[in-house]
T-cell receptor
């Protein structure tokens, strides 16, 4: 099946810093999404972004489907950005299944 | 308030005792899905449903059943739970699978002894 790899696995940021999270996938996809899980376990869908660039406040995401990667940018990080960020893809060869990467754990220090 | 609810939130049970985790959404969403989350293995999709009476397997369907008899409910059934099904389970729904945001329930922490 498709492989989804996220990097880095862990990230420590000082409040106000910018960062980039990466998601690489091994096969063509119909769909790519980014999720955030806060320290209390709540999951939130951040972006649906099979291609192109989207922005939502201090977060933005870019997917280059032809090169099989996506980037999540966090600008001016805040402590509320802490948690785990997951990307998930829907492989073209696998119907509507969603396969997740292992996540990037982010800690933003005040 | 728009939400996805799961019950129970916590459950400790024994091997082989059938159980059902309920999931309900009040947003008239067509798409619903179940995921499990395990340390070191991340999130994995168990089953999903594109609409009423339409369900399909995710990456880890073994040992689970689902049904989608009405749009708002998508129960997860463990006919004969085993310890390897100890996990944190999330239900999610979306208006449209392809283009819309998924909304997650609060999670159900299941322990099978």
């Amino acid at each position: 099946g498709i492989q989804v790899e996220q990097s880095p696995p862990d990230l420590i940021l000082q409040e106000g810093a910018n960062s980039t999270l990466r998601c690489n996938f091994s096969d063509s996809v119909n769909n790519l999404q980014w999720f955030h899980q806060n320290p209390w376990g709540q999951l939130i869908n951040l972006f649906y972004i099979p291609s192109g660039t989207k922005q939502n406040g201090r977060l933005s995401a870019t997917t280059v489907a032809t090169e099989r990667y996506s980037l999540l940018y966090i600008s001016s990080s805040q402590t509320t950005d802490s948690g785990v960020y997951f990307c998930a893809v829907e492989p073209k060869a696998a119907g509507n299944k969603l396969t997740f990467g292992g996540g990037t754990r982010v800690l933003v220090k005040p | 308030e728009a939400q996805v609810t799961q019950n129970p939130r916590y459950l400790i049970t024994v091997t082989g005792k059938k159980l059902t985790v309920t999931c309900s959404q009040n947003m008239n969403h067509e798409y619903m899905s179940w995921y499990r989350q395990d340390p070191g293995l991340g999130l994995r999709q168990i089953y999903y449903s594109m609409n009423v009476e339409v369900t399909d397997k995710g990456d880890v369907p073994e040992g689970y059943k689902v049904s989608r008899k009405e749009k708002r409910n998508f129960p997860l059934i463990l006919e004969s739970p085993s310890p390897n099904q100890t996990s944190l389970y999330f239900c999610a729904s979306a208006r449209d699978r392809r283009t819309d945001t998924q909304y997650f329930g609060p999670g159900t922490r299941l322990t099978v002894l």
